[in-house]
Nanobody, 120 residues
Framework: QVQLVESGGGLVQAGGSLTLSCAAS????????MGWYRQAPGKQREMVACILRGGSTVYGDSVKGRFAGSRDNAKNTVYLQMNSLKPEDTAVYYCVADPKTFFIGDPDFWGQGTQVTVSL
């Protein structure tokens, strides 16, 4: 099993920045892809960033150019730097991990989620 613990959520004004962190523990050798999903009230869950083991990141269309994912394999930690935040970025952000090299279907492992709220 893999445990994922997020931190860094909160309230920020539109145009501001926020950084999320996620530390993995447990059977980390089984992990390849790590990253972030989010779910806003009344909306479908969407992939935000898929961070490959080598550090390359694939982004969801709605955050391209504004968000940056990174990964520190030595610390088993991933980060999500969120810039130019918009009210529509308001959601619960989930750290995710999967044994596959990319997210195909829902990832196997999920954190508890952290709330990000962007105000006008």
């Amino acid at each position: 099993q893999v445990q994922l613990v997020e931190s860094g959520g909160g309230l920020v004004q539109a145009g501001g920045s926020l950084t999320l962190s996620c530390a993995a523990s447990g059977d980390i050798r089984s992990i390849n892809a790590m990253g972030w999903y989010r779910q806003a009230p009344g909306k479908q869950r969407e992939m935000v960033a898929c961070i490959l083991r080598g550090g390359s990141t694939v982004y969801g269309d709605s955050v391209k150019g504004r968000f940056a994912g990174s990964r520190d394999n030595a610390k088993n930690t991933v980060y999500l730097q969120m810039n130019s935040l918009k009210p529509e970025d308001t959601a619960v952000y989930y750290c995710v991990a999967d044994p596959k090299t990319f997210f195909i279907g829902d990832p196997d492992f999920w954190g508890q989620g952290t709330q990000v709220t962007v105000s006008l």
